[in-house]
């Protein structure tokens, strides 16, 4: 390797947090010829994760630095999302067992490469798509990933209700509700209004409500559409009549 290849490579390697990516679009945008890439693979200073995707040799690659190469060099969109932004943003009471997970929520136009789902990361990443928030609430979470958003709180928690029964108990996100006194209503009511998802809305309301949250009675809950149809959000659970949904009898009876 001469020295101005040398050079490009000191300077590729100081581009990018530790355990991140390097794709081969984005590096040809810059200036770096298959040519070099191969000898860097060829010299061990990098190494192929997929085709197109390469990390440096000896890097335990990372979730959250995984992402900003994503997102930063191939201009995608995905975010961190439902309970993981919860935990960013101090909320801890969900903690699945094993190794940490880290939902990620994405648009349907970006679809998870095969290398995401099956590589080994120090977080086990969950995907999932909606396009159920019009107006998504998002915000930078940590200054080293600028290219990496969080949901706000607010939608992170109706992200977990969206996912549950599948990923999430009702119960469990009872117990983090109970959490949220300091919820901004103004951005829950944009939220809310512009969801379409009506058991989400629902289920939201039903929970905020027993919670007793100062916040809820700052809502302008009539101008947030709730459909007028019954959901039966569990079997054998108990009737809310003002939500018009069916909730789990341990939920209901809790005190």
């Not at 101090?90 to 067992?97: A, E, K, L, Q």
Request: some cysteine; hydrophobic content about 40%; charged content about 25%.
């Amino acid at each position: 390797m001469n020295v101005d290849e040398g050079n490009k490579l000191n300077l590729l390697l100081q581009k990018n947090n530790p355990g991140g990516l390097y794709f081969s679009a984005w590096l040809k945008e810059n200036g770096y010829s298959d040519q070099l890439l191969k000898s860097y693979r060829d010299s061990g200073w990098l190494k192929a994760l997929s085709r197109g995707v390469m990390y440096r040799t000896g890097d335990k690659l990372r979730a959250f630095a995984v992402l900003e190469s994503w997102n930063g060099q191939l201009g995608k969109h995905y975010h961190i999302a439902a309970h993981s932004a919860l935990e960013l943003a101090g909320f801890n009471h969900y903690v699945p067992m094993g190794k940490p997970v880290l939902m990620v929520g994405y648009p349907k136009q970006e679809p998870v490469p095969d290398w995401m789902k099956i590589s080994d990361f120090d977080y086990s990443f969950k995907f999932f798509t909606t396009e159920v928030f019009s107006k998504p609430q998002l915000k930078l979470f940590n200054p080293d990933y600028p290219h990496v958003h969080a949901s706000v709180p607010e939608q992170a928690f109706l992200e977990c209700l969206l996912l549950a029964t599948k990923q999430y108990s009702y119960m469990d996100l009872y117990y983090i509700m109970e959490q949220l006194t300091t919820l901004r209503p103004d951005v829950v009511q944009e939220l809310l209004e512009s969801t379409d998802n009506l058991k989400v809305k629902r289920m939201f309301l039903y929970m905020a409500e027993k919670a007793g949250h100062h916040w809820f009675s700052l809502l302008k809950t009539d101008r947030i559409e709730l459909g007028s149809a019954k959901h039966k959000l569990v079997e054998n659970g108990a009737y809310v009549p003002k939500y018009k949904i069916t909730v789990p009898k341990e939920l209901f009876e809790y005190e």
